[in-house]
């Protein structure tokens, strides 16, 4: 028995330095996964002066391929041994994406930028998941994916201190130079990662595709296997084309009314809605054992109020408050999203390919959000845009209501106390 404790012991002491590694690649990787969209908005915007029709497409660009290379992203890290080279090789040329831009701001550059970042971004979510999966295994990956999470929205929060800074120093260029900082601290937090401490062959047999399907096709299996996983895709897609462009809107309107307090207003917004995922991260996580359907529920029902809320205000200090309805909304859907996730491809063995599969339809839905609700913005105006948004939450919200039953697995459920 004390050789077994001492075992024990000396194996939670090695991975230990690992999973604080893996912190800091949550922390600082946070606000650069998905191509820093917000942000980015805020730079076409208020230093080059672009359109909403031309910022809305170069979204729109951006999301488009980080859908297409999801999959094919999944697959490769799946059957990879090599997460830790990939992922900062991935990091490098988010670098010179950011780094094109800022040397030569026009827009068919962008466009080519757009592609190779959202190239790359593909890269970041299976990759933290796999590493993660590696590290810690499939029953304790509730626990650790919640401090994944607390980590990742503190980092938001740090970035936004920050972009406030830069803003008020230099201008909206000088946020591109802070992402391409937090690129190489996340390249450094990745190199300390231990490869050794990567049960690669357990990783590998939980991901493997068991039926035949070829890997391609295999997310595409585990979401069409029932009724469930269908109801459960379409009211996931309604959320996401209801909220990806709900806060770059929020920020094109507040610099619309007036440049100069965007650059005080946004980073706020972004700063008190991480700041509000945090706790709310965490005790989601510790509730989402007991049942994933009603934090489901309550994530539509305030990403419904938010909508109606931006459809009757244009006052930039209202419409930072409430980020903070944003805060709660997005912080319980995208933890039970993977939650949901893995009980459904729990006996698949095919984790990363439904999750990847499911990234690829929303950021593919994303580019779409950005693409229509940019025309429909210039055309109809912000709150017909805000108003759409909003329905198409309650509709989503309906269909986990009524269509989509408790997923929970009391196989996964955790021993209270667990810490990893």
């Given at each position: 028995m004390q050789n077994i404790n001492s075992s024990e012991e000396k194996s939670s002491n090695k991975l230990a330095p690992n999973l604080r590694a893996l912190d800091m690649l949550c922390l600082f990787l946070a606000p650069l996964a998905g191509g820093a969209s917000n942000y980015m908005a805020l730079f076409f915007s208020s230093s080059l002066h672009w359109s909403t029709n031309k910022i809305?497409?170069?979204?729109?660009?951006?999301?488009?391929?980080?859908g297409i290379a999801q999959i094919p992203a999944g697959v490769l890290i799946d059957k990879s041994s090599h997460l830790k080279r990939i992922?900062?090789?991935?990091?490098?040329?988010?670098?010179?994406?950011?780094?094109?831009?800022?040397?030569?701001?026009?827009?068919?550059?962008?466009?080519?930028?757009?592609?190779?970042?959202?190239?790359?971004?593909?890269?970041?979510?299976?990759a933290v998941a796999s590493i993660t999966l590696g590290l810690v295994g499939f029953k304790n990956f509730d626990v650790r994916l919640g401090r994944n999470g607390v980590f990742s929205h503190a980092g938001n929060c740090l970035t936004a201190m920050?972009?406030?800074?830069?803003?008020?120093?230099?201008?909206?260029?000088?946020?591109?130079?802070l992402f391409i900082v937090f690129a190489f601290f996340a390249i450094i937090a990745t190199?300390?990662?231990?490869?050794?401490?990567i049960?690669?062959?357990y990783l590998h047999t939980?991901?493997?595709?068991?039926?035949?399907?070829?890997?391609?096709?295999?997310?595409?299996?585990?979401?069409?296997?029932?009724?469930?996983?269908v109801f459960f895709t379409i009211a996931a897609l309604l959320y996401t084309?209801?909220?990806?462009?709900?806060?770059?809107?929020m920020v094109q309107r507040i610099a619309s009314i007036d440049s100069k307090s965007s650059n005080v207003h946004v980073p706020i917004a972004l700063f008190l809605t991480e700041m509000v995922m945090i706790p709310v991260c965490y005790a989601a996580g510790k509730r989402a054992k007991f049942g994933r359907k009603p934090?489901?529920?309550?994530?539509?029902?305030?990403?419904?109020?938010?909508?109606?809320?931006?459809?009757?205000?244009?006052?930039?200090?209202?419409?930072?408050?409430?980020?903070?309805?944003?805060?709660?909304?997005?912080?319980?859907?995208?933890?039970?999203?993977?939650?949901?996730?893995?009980?459904?491809?729990?006996?698949?063995?095919?984790?990363?390919?439904?999750?990847?599969?499911?990234?690829?339809?929303?950021?593919?839905?994303?580019?779409?959000?950005?693409?229509?609700f940019g025309f429909a913005t210039g055309k109809f105006g912000y709150p017909v845009a805000f108003s759409t948004m909003a329905v198409c939450a309650a509709i989503g919200g309906i269909i986990i209501w009524t269509l989509v039953p408790e997923t929970v697995k009391k196989n996964l459920i955790l021993v209270p106390g667990m810490e990893v």
């Open positions: 809305g497409i170069l979204l729109a660009i951006m999301s488009i391929a980080i992922t900062m090789i991935a990091l490098s040329l988010l670098i010179l994406g950011w780094l094109s831009i800022l040397i030569y701001p026009v827009f068919y550059t962008a466009i080519v930028a757009q592609v190779l970042i959202g190239a790359t971004c593909a890269l970041f979510m299976p920050f972009v406030a800074f830069c803003l008020g120093m230099s201008g909206s260029w000088s946020v591109l130079l190199s300390r990662i231990d490869r050794d401490c049960d690669y062959n939980r991901t493997a595709n068991h039926t035949g399907v070829h890997p391609l096709l295999g997310g595409f299996a585990s979401l069409l296997k029932s009724k469930t996983s084309f209801a909220d990806a462009s709900m806060l770059p809107l934090l489901l529920i309550i994530s539509y029902l305030f990403l419904l109020i938010r909508g109606f809320s931006f459809t009757f205000t244009s006052d930039p200090n209202m419409l930072v408050a409430l980020q903070v309805l944003d805060g709660i909304s997005a912080g319980i859907f995208g933890l039970m999203l993977t939650l949901v996730i893995s009980d459904l491809s729990v006996d698949t063995g095919r984790f990363n390919a439904t999750l990847t599969t499911m990234g690829m339809f929303f950021t593919l839905t994303n580019g779409v959000s950005n693409l229509i």
